[in-house]
Nanobody, 116 residues
Framework: QLQLVESGGGSVQSGGSLKLSCTAS????????MDWFRQPAGRPRELVSS??????TTYADSVKGRFTISKDKLNTVYLQMNSLKPEDTAWYLC???????????WGQGTQVTVSS
């Protein structure tokens, strides 16, 4: 079955850390650009971070210096989130993109809740 599965979400206090994983099943991410999005309750989905096939990374201004995106050689992308704030609370989803990516899809997401 071709899919992306996120994991690593949870509840932490402000200032804490979490590391999200996005693992591809049934295909590799070798030729895919990877994006992490988040969607707070009742608000639009927003792009948090991306990593392309050359390992170039981009970040939303709101997470720069706190979040780090990375990937392994085959099928997992990570989002290390440090110094978490209550405003980081959201449903986090990963997505594959790019013209040469084997499979374009979204994961189901994982919840991150940060309490003050």
């Amino acid at each position: 079955q071709l899919q992306l599965v996120e994991s690593g979400g949870g509840s932490v206090q402000s200032g804490g850390s979490l590391k999200l994983s996005c693992t591809a099943s049934g295909f590799t991410l070798t030729n895919c650009k990877m994006d992490w999005f988040r969607q707070p309750a009742g608000r639009p989905r927003e792009l948090v971070s991306s990593i392309n096939t050359d390992d170039e990374t981009t970040y939303a201004d709101s997470v720069k210096g706190r979040f780090t995106i990375s990937k392994d050689k085959l099928n997992t992308v990570y989002l290390q989130m440090n110094s978490l704030k209550p405003e980081d609370t959201a449903w986090y989803l990963c997505r594959t993109s790019g013209d040469y990516c084997a499979y374009l899809t979204w994961g189901q997401g994982t919840q991150v809740t940060v309490s003050s």
